[in-house]
Every structure is written in structure tokens, then in C-alpha cells.
């Protein structure tokens, strides 16, 4: 990021995450670790039950900051009532995990520690991962405290049935990583992360294939799932972004709040992308669209007849070139470019044909990547001739390095 056009100025979404006295709370590592990578700045509380669960340490060093205990603890002025304190400028209150005797006391309105100290204070989201034995998770008790806290609008992260720390097997399992921070990216979006560094912007994401007709009920399509698509729609929500999505044919829908255009073919996105781009600050070219469509169409169903069947393709307009030809100069382009080798000099070339400011090239050729997987891997190329590789990674996470790393 350099300059006064760096669109990326202004504060990261910031979270609070509290740790409670559980087994599941090594997990809550693996959280602060991808929660920052996904640019979201984390502070932990943890409870004094947690010590014995959880490396402190480590989580101090993940987190860049100290792992707060202490309800009266140092500090100035101020800065003395540490739960407020800490309260300042956060955007989401995350408990992973969320023990039972925790539920309880922040049911109650109890305020006798630092982290229940802040959920009683809190003015934002609250979100729990409850993770315990399943007769915890059952009683009564808990099931009421549980049920308390939803009517409050205290949101819940289901936790899963499976093995649990005893040996046996059960409800209360704390939901897996990625489900708990695909809800802490739901709860900022909504919140429109109005410190967001993406804040006031407007990106617009196509996504997903294109469908060429052959007749009514033929395509010629591709192998696109929408997922990185997806995984930067999600980013830009969280980052504060008003977001439009245009999309191909996929499986998948966007989070509330996101502006959404169904397509079918590289024409109809081509149209709708053409309108929305004067509107748009960031133009992020995910979709794979199709190179060619059928000359000719045919308008009823074809019958098999015994003989080939032989198909002229004519080629589409480079949608990309097309709108990267009349963008402005404040408006910011990244490109995709699915390649069979990634090599630096051709795909800068590329970079500047397209007229883009960052080219994110994938390696088709390697397996577990790109098409219909949940990871990634990329080399970013931009048109300053400088490149970047990013090694295998989640989508969600290529999706941030995105926008970290546009110019
Ligand atoms: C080995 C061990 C594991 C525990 N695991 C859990 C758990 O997963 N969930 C839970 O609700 N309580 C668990 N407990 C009980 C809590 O640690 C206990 O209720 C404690 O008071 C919670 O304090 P806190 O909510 O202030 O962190 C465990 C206790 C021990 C000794």
C-alpha cells in the first residue's frame, strides 16, 4: 500500500475473544491465528479457569498483545477500568470456547471477572461457541441459560456432536474453525464494519461460470464452483465494503447485505458488469467466463438423429479489457488468469494487457487447488512489474491477501 489512493486506509475490524476454562480452548489458537490472517485485529481475555487450558504465551505472540485476566489490573486514569477499556473501538465480543459456568454467569448478569465484566457492558455482537460434555450441554439449566442469551440476541455457534474430551461420544463438540469464523465474517458484515478499511467503498466481484446455450436444454459450461468468488465477497464484506456480486450459476448465495446479479451467460455478465462498474471502486474479476459460445443457438430442444453433430463456436468479447479500457484513474482492477505454468515475465505482459493493476494466476495443472477445492495457491503479478507468490492457502485467506496487496 502506498500513496493517498491507497484504498485500503482506516482501521481493520477489531474483535474481542474471550477463552473460558475448557478443553477445547487450544483451539482457540488456531482461531486468533486465522482470524488474523484474515486482517481482523484480535485482543484475548481469557478467564482464570482458561490458564490451565490454554498457552498463553503463544497466544501473546499470535496476537500481537497481552492476554488480558485481570479485571483490576494497572493501567491510568481510565484505563484502570481495563473491561471498558478494552471495550473502546471493538466491533464483536467471540467467546470460543464458551463453557457452561460462563453461559451461566453472563445469563445471570454476573460481572465478577474481567471477560464477564465485558459481556454485561457490551454494546455490540456477542457470540458464543459453547464447547462442554453433552450432559453439561443437555441440563436443563444450560439449555435455559442458552435460551436466555438467544432472546437478548446473544448468538450461538452450534457445537457439533462427535468425540468429546471424556472418551465419549456426544453433543457439545466446539464448532470447527472455519464454521466460527464464517460466523464472525456474518456478524461484521452485517455490522458493516463501519471502521473497516474497505469502509465507504464499493467493490463489485463477478463470480462463478458462464452457461453458453446449445439449445434449451445444453450448455457448453466449466468446472467453476464460485468459491473464491465467494471467499472475496466475504472478505470485502468483513473489510466494510458495500458489496455487488454478479455471478454465474452456482450453489452458492451471498451474506445478507450483498447487492446480487444472476447470470447465465459471458454476454449477460458482460451487460451487467458494464452497469455496475461506474459505481464501482474495486472490480475484483473472479468468474471463469467462457471464451466461446455456440454461433447459433437453437430455440427448441435437439433430437438425436443418428449423425454428428457439428458446433461452430464464435469467440466472446474480453470483458475484463473492455471495462479495464474506460476505468478511471482512482478505480482499482484485479484479474484472474487460470494457467497451466506460472511464469513471472509472460503473465506481467498479461497483467498490462488486460490493463489491470494485479493479476492473481493459478496453476490449473497442480491438484487440490483452484477449481472446486477449498484452497488455493496464486502468484500475484502487478502491472509494475513486481510478483508475489502466495503458497497454498485457504480461499478465505487468498481472499484477504487480496486486498492487503492491492496497489
Ligand atoms: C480437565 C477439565 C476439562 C474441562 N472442560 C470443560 C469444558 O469443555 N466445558 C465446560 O463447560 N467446562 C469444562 N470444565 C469445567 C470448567 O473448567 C469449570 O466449570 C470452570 O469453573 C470454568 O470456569 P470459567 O467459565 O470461568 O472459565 C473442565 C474442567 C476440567 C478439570
Redesign the pocket.
Known amino acids: 500500500m502506498a500513496g493517498t489512493s491507497d484504498p485500503l486506509k482506516g482501521s481493520p475490524p477489531s474483535l474481542l475473544l474471550g477463552v473460558?476454562?475448557?478443553?477445547?480452548a487450544y483451539k482457540s489458537l488456531d482461531l486468533i491465528r486465522r482470524l488474523t490472517d484474515e486482517g481482523i485485529s484480535t485482543r484475548v481475555v481469557a478467564?482464570?479457569?482458561?490458564r490451565?487450558?490454554f498457552p498463553f504465551l503463544s497466544a501473546e505472540i499470535f496476537s500481537n498483545s497481552k492476554v488480558e485476566t485481570e479485571l483490576f489490573s494497572g493501567g491510568e486514569g481510565k484505563g484502570r477500568i481495563r473491561h471498558l477499556d478494552l471495550l473502546d473501538g471493538a466491533d464483536l465480543l467471540l467467546v470460543a470456547?464458551?463453557?457452561?459456568?460462563?453461559i451461566a454467569?453472563i445469563s445471570l448478569g454476573m460481572a465478577d471477572?474481567l471477560?464477564s465484566a465485558i459481556a454485561l457492558s457490551a454494546r455490540i455482537p456477542i457470540l458464543l461457541a459453547?464447547?462442554?460434555?453433552e450432559a453439561?450441554y443437555l441440563h436443563p439449566a444450560s439449555t435455559e441459560h442458552r435460551k436466555r442469551l438467544q432472546d437478548r440476541g446473544v448468538r450461538e455457534i452450534l457445537p457439533q456432536e462427535g468425540p468429546l474430551?471424556s472418551g465419549r461420544s456426544g453433543m457439545?463438540r466446539m464448532a470447527p474453525v472455519d464454521r466460527i469464523l464464517e460466523a464472525v465474517r456474518e456478524v461484521l458484515a452485517r455490522a458493516g464494519s463501519p471502521g473497516g478499511p474497505l469502509s465507504g467503498r464499493n467493490v463489485l466481484v463477478s463470480s462463478g461460470p458462464t452457461y453458453e446455450p446449445l439449445d434449451p436444454v445444453r450448455f457448453i459450461g466449466n468446472r467453476s464452483s464460485g468459491l473464491m468468488g465467494m471467499a472475496i465477497v466475504k472478505a470485502a464484506c468483513t473489510l466494510g465494503a458495500r458489496v455487488t456480486l454478479v455471478s454465474g450459476p452456482t450453489a452458492l448465495t451471498p451474506p445478507p447485505g450483498v447487492e446480487f446479479h444472476r447470470v447465465e451467460t459471458a454476454r449477460e455478465m458482460g451487460q451487467a458488469l458494464d452497469r455496475l462498474f461506474p459505481e464501482t471502486d474495486i472490480l475484483v474479476m473472479a468468474a471463469a467466463v467462457s471464451d466461446y459460445r455456440p454461433i447459433a443457438p437453437l430455440s427448441e430442444k435437439k433430437k438425436k438423429d443418428g449423425r454428428e453433430w457439428t458446433l461452430t463456436l464464435s469467440e466472446n468479447s474480453d470483458i475484463l479489457k473492455g471495462l479495464s479500457a474506460r476505468r478511471r484513474p482512482d478505480q482499482r482492477l484485479v484479474g484472474f488468469a487460470a494457467e497451466s505454468a506460472l511464469e513471472v515475465e509472460p503473465l506481467i505482459r498479461k497483467c498490462r494487457a488486460k490493463g489491470v493493476d494485479l493479476l492473481v494466476a493459478n496453476d490449473i495443472s497442480k491438484p487440490g487447488i483452484g477449481f472446486g477445492s477449498s484452497d488455493n495457491e496464486a502468484l500475484f503479478v502487478f502491472s509494475d512489474g513486481r510478483s508475489l507468490p502466495v503458497p497454498r492457502t485457504s480461499k478465505e485467506t487468498l481472499a484477504f491477501r487480496i486486498f492487503e496487496n492491492l496497489p
Do not use: K, Q, V, Y
Not at 473460558?20 to 477445547?24: F, K, R, V, Y
Not at 470456547?97 to 460462563?102: H, K, L, Q
Not at 459453547?130 to 460434555?133: D, G, I, K, V
Open positions: 473460558t476454562g475448557s478443553i477445547a478467564t482464570r479457569n482458561a490451565p487450558f470456547p464458551a463453557t457452561a459456568n460462563f454467569r471477572d471477560l459453547p464447547a462442554m460434555e453439561m474430551a457439545g
